[in-house]
């Protein structure tokens, strides 16, 4: 079923951790931008990137917000890492910052292998759990980062992590999913070796240029560009609008719409499909460029964090991208903690 309820529970809390270095792509050109066109089209001014896994990221951001919380670790009954680059291809990266953190070893550790829909994935998932008697906390922890990937020849893309708290909360209104999955498309965004179906080799390593222009060897993500577009352009609004009309909600009674950001140009249109004003849809991608399913709660804390602590707000969610998946979500908060940025 593509439609998902949950009640009783709510997000309690945000934060975000990003490496300190940025990468300005004021000299990025491309075999069709020059630089200036480069940052126009896709919005990206500069980017964070550093010497830090994606669990380095998490570890920093989860300890910032459980202190802003005050929550005890022991109460953390589960934590779900959803990530395109994992610490190791086994063990699971949950499991590791399971103990690092200090959480219980009964807590739930479980990794998402998901980029661009997974922070909203990942939320259904620790929805679900909540939904059960035993576990009343949780923790969501999302993003990508590369370590020692300090180089601009991927020029869209940076480094964050971020931690969502989410807690049983009797009365609240919970969180209303709308998912779904393409796989007809699994190749458009792909990292064609180091898999099992195409296990490394010397090869893996030989430089191509791709028809963006932008030259990768083939453990290195390759995106069809225009194919990934008219994805997000046709898929986004459909399931926004689906969502919204199964439950009966006005477009005009959502304080803000927080998509993912792949690039200014498919989220401008998106905005413009849907007839969304430009002060309801907050982005962040000029600041830190494509964070994958970071890009969802680091736009909040790093751009509407003062609304989000202040007031109770209304927000749709959607993620979209790699699978290709998609998935949206209608979740409310009230007065939620947001963490200062911590960045490494």
């Not at 998609?326 to 940025?341: E, Q």
Request: hydrophobic content about 40%.
């Amino acid at each position: 079923m593509a439609f998902l309820e949950f009640k009783d529970m709510r997000i309690a809390g945000f934060s975000a951790g990003v490496p300190k270095y940025i990468a300005v792509n004021d000299t990025v050109a491309s075999k069709d931008y020059a630089a200036a066109d480069f940052v126009a089209t896709t919005g990206v001014k500069e980017r964070r990137i550093g010497d830090f896994t994606t669990s380095d990221l998490c570890y920093e951001a989860a300890e910032r917000l459980l202190s802003d919380l005050q929550w005890r670790k022991e109460e953390v009954g589960a934590l779900i890492f959803v990530s395109q680059t994992a610490d190791y291809i086994l063990p699971a990266t949950a499991c590791i910052l399971q103990d690092r953190l200090g959480l219980s070893k009964e807590c739930y550790a479980l990794d998402v292998a998901l980029g661009c829909s997974g922070w909203v994935y990942g939320l259904s998932v620790i929805a679900g759990l909540l939904s059960k008697e035993g576990i009343t906390k949780a923790l969501l922890l999302a993003g990508d980062a590369k370590k020692r990937a300090q180089d601009a020849s991927d020029p869209l893309f940076g480094h964050a992590g971020t931690v969502t708290a989410v807690e049983y909360s009797e009365g609240a209104a919970g969180f209303k999913f709308h998912v779904g999955t393409d796989g007809s498309g699994f190749d458009a965004i792909i990292t064609p070796d180091g898999g099992s179906r195409n296990q490394f080799t010397e090869d893996s390593l030989k430089l191509i240029q791709d028809s963006d222009g932008v030259t990768r060897h083939r453990l290195q993500t390759v995106m069809k560009g225009m194919d990934v577009f008219a994805f997000g352009i046709t898929t986004v609004p459909k399931t926004v609008k689906k969502l919204l009309e199964k439950h009966q909600i006005s477009i005009d009674s959502i304080d803000y719409f927080v998509f993912h950001q792949a690039n200014k140009m498919m989220n401008e249109k998106i905005r413009k499909k849907l007839k969304l004003s430009e002060e309801k849809v907050p982005y962040c991608m000029h600041e830190f460029g494509n964070t994958s399913s970071a890009s969802i709660p680091l736009t909040i804390v790093t751009q509407i964090a003062n609304e989000t602590r202040n007031k109770s707000l209304n927000f749709l969610a959607c993620g979209f991208g790699v699978g290709l998946s998609w998935a949206t979500v209608l979740f409310d908060t009230n007065h939620a903690i947001v963490s200062d940025l911590v960045e490494l």
